[in-house]
Every structure is written in structure tokens, then in C-alpha cells.
């Protein structure tokens, strides 16, 4: 008789203890992002981007890496193009021909560079607005952060990044236009953080 009258008061305590417990709002999760966001240093991930343009959609991968502050590199998978950039110049290599060409600006490469995680953060971190949001996808609970991005670039206005909410790694962004139409999307896989990364690395 002892036995089951402690079992009824454990089996007690455990639902009057899950009837107690609430879901972390949006804006204590992306506390926690925050938080887990300063403690990276670098990362890499492999990248689906789907462009969508006039004609049919655009689809290509990616290798992203990643050093705090702002030194990246692109590794196309189709072998054709390399792009990095050493926080001043940026740099455009061809392997196929054996070619690298240095560049100050352009229009194509920022927004390459706009589809890094790191990117998305610094936009954020220094905007005085943003959206959250909550959604479930593929039994996953995502926390969804809205930003507005900067330049007059109207295809490319708004940008949104899911987080999952159990580890804060990215999912996916989404770009949309100055319509909410979305343009670009890319997926992000086997993401890694804090990774063995040096610009020896990055620009060799």
C-alpha cells in the first residue's frame, strides 16, 4: 500500500510539473541565439541556393566558410569559380584555368556575400527592427527572424532566417522582393561551428 501511495504522489508531482511548464516566448529564444552567436568564431556549411528570376528558377551549391569578423569564402561545387575575401580585397579564382583575379566591387558578389549566416547576423544586430515569429516544419520547431535588408535593391529588400530551436542552427533564408515575392532561397546543410579555420585556410 506504501508502495502505490508513493507512486500516485510521483505520478502526481510529474503531471502538476508538466501542466506548470511554458514554452520559452520568441524574444527568450533569440536571447539564447544571441548568446550562442558571440561565442562563434567560424563555421562552414554547404549551401542550396534556388535564384528566382523571370525565366526558370536558377538552382546551384555551395561550400560557405566562415572567420569572425567578416573573411568568407565561396567553393562552388560545379569546380568553376572560388570566391574569398581577406576582409579588404576580394579575390575571384578559376581552377579550371588556373586564374585568379583580384576585385573592389561588385554588384554580384555583395549579394553572394549577403547569403552567409554571418552577414545575416551583423544586418541584424545593427538594424532597429526586426520580426519574430515561430514555425513548424518537418516536426521541427524553427524560430523565424525577419530583417529588412540594406540598399535600394528591390528584388532583394527583406531577408528571413529560420533557427532551430533546439541547437540555433540555421535552416534555411529566404530574400523576398519589395512585393514579399521570394526570390532567393537557400538551405543550409551539415553545419558546423567553431571549426579548425585560419585565413591560411581560406586564401591558400
Not at 43 to 54: F, K, L, P, Q, R
Not at 114 to 142: C, P, V
Request: proline letters at 3%; glycine letters at 4%.
Amino acid at each position: 500500500m506504501n508502495r502505490l501511495f508513493v507512486g500516485l504522489m510521483v505520478l502526481g508531482v510529474i503531471i502538476l510539473s508538466s501542466c506548470n511548464y511554458e514554452e520559452p516566448t520568441n524574444e527568450e529564444f533569440f536571447n539564447e541565439l544571441q548568446k550562442t552567436m558571440n561565442d562563434i568564431d567560424s563555421y562552414s556549411c554547404e549551401a542550396e541556393i534556388t535564384v528566382i528570376g523571370n525565366k526558370s528558377p536558377a538552382e546551384y551549391s555551395a561550400t560557405h566558410s566562415f572567420l569572425k569578423p567578416n573573411k568568407y569564402k565561396i567553393q562552388y561545387h560545379d569546380g568553376k569559380q572560388t570566391i574569398s575575401y581577406d576582409g579588404k580585397r576580394t579575390y575571384l579564382i578559376y581552377p579550371e584555368v588556373d586564374k585568379s583575379v583580384m576585385i573592389k566591387d561588385s554588384k554580384e558578389i555583395e549579394e553572394d556575400k549577403n547569403l552567409f549566416l554571418g552577414y545575416f547576423l551583423e544586418i541584424l544586430l545593427t538594424s532597429e527592427k526586426f520580426e519574430l515569429d515561430n514555425e513548424k516544419e518537418e516536426e521541427k520547431d524553427y524560430l523565424v527572424i525577419s530583417v529588412d535588408l540594406p540598399g535600394s535593391n528591390i528584388y532583394r529588400t527583406k531577408g528571413k532566417m529560420w533557427f532551430d530551436k533546439k541547437d540555433f542552427k540555421p535552416y534555411k533564408m529566404v530574400i523576398l522582393n519589395n512585393q514579399g515575392e521570394e526570390k532567393v532561397n537557400v538551405y543550409y546543410k551539415e553545419f558546423k561551428y567553431n571549426i579548425e579555420l585560419s585565413e591560411k585556410t581560406l586564401f591558400n
